[in-house]
């Protein structure tokens, strides 16, 4: 009973959400405090999935882990069939999950004198922080994300949370260094994640330095691009000048 | 040339005219999603204690409005870039033939920047992406506004009268839209959220300066431009074709 009835919960056809080889694909759309997100997952394979994700520090992002979620919380294990993609599902919850966590476990006072980019070093670590208690499946869990199929919606989710990560320091851009400032965070949180399952020293030392280093080289790149549109327009200004030195009525 | 850039923007309508009926096709028939159960708010109701007093949302959006405001916002914003643009290459050349037209481009300026400043405003409250084509714009608009600069008064003039008709017109479906919101809830006993009444009044004052910058430009000889037809038509066009393009990128 409960099966078919979770199988009737199965997500349909949503407009804000594309479904990418089976797998929800969400974009932001019109955002207000008046109006909340609808929530990411639906309510049965929620309640799954949360329950698998404390199995996963034992048994990894694996099958075994959302069975296990699924009999925890008393549904048949051939729930499991709400999760097409089993591992990956289990992971993209992980991911969604801790980037809405973000906004509650990293809060900046209003009158907080940190820069823009110290903002953006603190969430990063914070999320790469939330990573630690499975950091010794992230490996696979990175591997999982990297297959073909899979590519679309772990990029998707990284955007996401370079987006989430960019509300929350307070960027209020909206020209088009909303693109460049999302692609570079997202580049850095990438690599970083990566440095972060090989890390061995006390308190990932090394990977908040290595996010450290990532972010001040994405400051000088994001520099070199608002530096070209200057250019530019230089060069505009100087061939019109140029132009009137010989005469011409402009 | 001028007949294929015409051409295409006659595609474009149609495809604005198919797309603006299957929109409010959506609007009317639109039901929350199936899996959009109200999970947030159950999560928000843990998190208050029972004491505290708790804000309830006066309406909720469905997914087909907030794809509607997200696109509209992010047009508008696109619009208002360009028109800043265009005013301010277009000043130099003709405040240097014209002087006494300083104050009227500047007022028009000032309009214009302030309802760009409006629109990033709201891009960055309400989390919506700029226009992928920014740049693109950028460019466009300074080499139309830098052109009809050039080519004298009487065409900038033109150019800010077929501007500003669409956008006038622009403007004007999208207060339609919101006040079709509006009537709905009411009718239903409910109350649109602040924003978007604000929103609403917004609009409506940003249209009517966006007009009163066409009756201005009707004053100062648009009428008389040379070649007055071909150069409106291909800037309406045009507007036409960005308008869609920023709905959709």
């Given amino acids: 009973m409960s099966l078919s009835l979770s199988l009737r919960a199965l997500p349909r056809s949503s407009s804000a959400c594309s479904h990418i080889a089976s797998v929800q694909v969400c974009r932001r759309t019109y955002y207000s405090i008046h109006h909340p997100d609808p929530p990411p997952f639906p309510p049965v394979q929620a309640t799954i999935l949360a329950s698998a994700i404390q199995h996963v520090p034992r048994l990894g992002f694996t099958q075994a882990a959302v069975t296990a979620g699924a009999q925890s919380t008393g549904y048949l294990e051939a729930s499991t069939l709400l999760f097409p993609r089993g591992p990956f599902d289990l992971i993209r919850y992980h991911l969604v999950t801790e980037r809405l966590a973000l906004k509650d476990r990293v809060q900046f006072p209003a009158d907080s004198k940190l820069g823009l980019t110290e903002k953006v070093k603190k969430l990063v670590v914070a999320r790469l922080i939330a990573n630690k208690d499975i950091i010794g499946h992230w490996q696979g869990a990175l591997g999982h994300m990297s297959l073909l199929e899979n590519i679309p919606a772990s990029l998707a989710e990284l955007g996401n949370l370079a987006d989430e990560i960019w509300y929350l320091a307070g960027d209020k851009s909206v020209d088009f260094s909303w693109y460049t400032k999302r692609a570079q965070l997202s580049a850095v949180y990438a690599s970083s994640e990566t440095f972060m399952t090989t890390d061995q020293s006390p308190g990932f030392r090394d990977t908040e330095e290595f996010v450290e280093r990532r972010l001040g080289d994405a400051k000088t790149v994001g520099g070199a691009a608002g530096g070209f549109t200057d250019y530019v327009g230089w060069w505009a200004g100087n061939g019109l000048g140029l132009a009137r030195a010989w005469g011409m009525k402009v | ?249």
């Avoid at chain 2, 870039?81 to 300083?102: E, N, S």
């Avoid at chain 2, 481009?105 to 405003?121: C, L």
């Avoid at chain 2, 910058?213 to 648009?222: G, S, W, Y």
Wanted: glycine share 4%.
């Fill in chain 2, 1 to 249: 040339m001028s007949a294929t850039v015409v051409s295409r923007g006659i595609v474009s309508r149609q495809a604005i005219a198919r797309n603006g009926s299957t929109l409010s096709y959506v609007l009317r028939g639109a039901k929350p999603c199936r899996n959009h159960t109200r999970l947030a708010s159950t999560q928000a109701a843990e998190d208050h204690t029972p004491g505290e007093p708790q804000t309830k949302p006066m309406t909720t959006l469905t997914e087909a409005q907030r794809r509607f405001l997200d696109s509209a916002l992010r047009v508008n914003q696109a619009g208002e870039l360009a028109a800043t643009l265009i005013y301010t290459a277009q000043t130099p050349p003709v405040v240097k033939a014209h002087p006494h037209l300083q104050p009227l481009m500047k007022h028009m300026y000032d309009q214009e920047a302030g309802h760009f400043k409006t629109f990033n405003e709201l891009l960055a409250k309400h989390r919506i992406r700029p226009t992928a084509m920014y740049p693109v714009w950028q460019a466009a608009a300074t080499l139309l506004g830098w052109t009809t600069g050039m080519m004298g008064k009487e065409a900038a003039m033109a150019c800010t009268e077929a501007v500003e008709t669409e956008i006038g017109n622009h403007y004007n479906s999208q207060v339609r839209e919101l006040f079709k919101w509006m009537t709905e809830l009411k009718e239903r006993g409910e109350e649109l959220d602040p924003e978007l009444a604000v929103l609403i009044e917004d609009v409506k004052r940003i249209r009517d300066e966006e007009l009163e910058h066409l009756d201005h430009a009707v004053e100062h000889d648009a009428k008389q431009a040379q070649p007055y037809e071909p150069l409106t038509k291909v800037i309406q066009y045009g507007c036409k074709a960005a308008i869609w393009t920023s709905e959709r990128v």
